[in-house]
C-alpha cells in the first residue's frame, strides 16, 4: 500500500504561482492531481504517466500548470502559475496501479486511481 502526502499549498492573491509537491512512500505509475470545493465533484487537474514524458491536463489549467514526477524521489509536482479565484479548493495527489488505457478522458477520471493523499488546501483572492 502506498501513502501520499502533499505539501505546498497557501492563500496567494490573483495572480500568483505556488507549486505543490507530492511525496510516495513507494514507486508509483500513473500520478495526477485532483480538486475539490464543498459542494461539488473532485475534478481532475493534471496526470503524468509513469515515465514522466506525458501529460494530460484539464482545459482549466493548460497553459498555466505543470505536471512533472522525480521518479528517483517518489515525487510528483504541480507548479501552478497566474492562478485564479476558481482555482481555489483543495488539491488531492493520487496514484493509479490497476492497468487501463490512459487517456485525455480516463487520465482525469477519479475512478481509475486506487491511493489517495489527504489534500493540501490552496486558496486565491481576488
Known amino acids: 500500500q502506498v501513502q501520499l502526502v502533499e505539501s505546498g499549498g497557501g492563500s496567494v492573491p490573483a495572480g500568483g504561482s505556488l507549486r505543490l509537491l507530492c511525496a510516495a512512500s513507494g514507486s508509483t505509475v500513473v500520478m495526477a492531481w485532483f480538486r475539490q470545493t464543498p459542494g461539488k465533484e473532485r475534478e481532475g487537474v493534471a496526470s503524468?504517466?509513469?515515465?514522466?514524458?506525458?501529460?494530460y491536463y484539464a482545459d482549466s489549467v493548460k497553459g498555466r500548470f505543470t505536471m512533472s514526477r522525480d521518479n528517483a524521489k517518489n515525487t510528483v509536482y504541480l507548479q501552478m502559475s497566474n492562478l485564479k479565484p476558481e482555482d481555489t479548493g483543495m488539491y488531492y495527489c493520487a496514484a493509479g496501479y490497476r492497468t487501463w488505457v490512459w487517456t485525455a478522458v480516463s487520465a482525469l477520471s477519479n475512478r481509475n486511481y486506487d491511493y489517495w493523499g489527504q489534500g493540501t488546501q490552496v486558496t486565491v483572492s481576488s
Open positions: 503524468v504517466n509513469a515515465g514522466g514524458g506525458n501529460t
